[in-house]
């Protein structure tokens, strides 16, 4: 009988790739403001910089027109996702508005190993791509994905990030909470 890995959903920014880092570099030079990543208390920059959406995407393609300058949210990733292969299959599943060619060559750069890359213009549209692909299984720092992902039985492995710290109060069945990538793995009962 055909066994089929199940599907796993990995983001790229805030997730894998610690582009935030580089945002706030970027922003803090333009503005003159002196903002770290750990003060970020909401996923959504625009509003909590009080600027347009525009200029929050402008910032970030900037980020993403140097790739090389982007770090990885955590050494351990590509081991991680390599373990994460050897079970299940991963699509790099994310909205971000970096290129294909920059985002391929950042996650080539790094080591990332997976079956398949997914790019959507929003976050929501993910959902429909799960359902598409067949991904039950999001490793995400979005928060809104998380609660409307777990409401259409979904499971969300939350990266932990100063932006969705609320959400320890909602973990449950569909919504683990990871402080690192060594927890990705013992929420996903890989660990060698």
Same mark, same amino acid.
């Given at each position: 009988m055909f066994n089929k890995k199940k599907i796993v959903g990995i983001d790229i920014d805030g997730?894998? *790739? @610690?582009?935030? #880092? !580089? &945002?706030?570099?970027? *922003? @803090?030079q333009m503005f003159g403001i002196n903002i770290q990543k750990a003060e970020i @208390?909401?996923?959504y920059l625009d509003k909590l910089f009080k600027m347009e959406r525009e200029t929050v995407n402008e910032i970030f393609k900037k980020v993403w027109h140097d790739p090389d300058s982007i770090k990885l949210e955590h050494n351990d990733i590509p081991r991680v996702i390599g373990n994460i292969r050897n079970t299940f299959e991963v699509y790099i599943l994310t909205a971000t508005i970096g290129e294909d060619a920059e985002v391929r060559r950042w996650l080539r750069t790094n080591k990332i190993s997976f079956d398949g890359l997914i790019h959507? /213009? !929003? +976050?929501?549209?993910?959902l429909d791509e799960a359902k598409k692909h067949g991904i039950s299984i999001f490793i995400d720092d979005h928060p809104d994905l998380a609660e409307k992902a777990a409401a259409l039985d979904y499971t969300t492995i939350l990266i932990l990030q100063p932006w969705n710290t609320h959400m320890v109060e909602r973990a449950g069945e569909k919504i683990k909470i990871?402080? /690192? &990538? +060594? /927890?990705? #793995?013992d929420l996903l009962r890989i660990k060698p």
């Open positions: 997730t894998i *790739a @610690n582009t935030h #880092e !580089r &945002w706030l570099s970027i *922003a @803090n @208390n909401s996923y959507v /213009d !929003r +976050s929501y549209k993910k990871a402080t /690192d &990538w +060594s /927890d990705v #793995e």
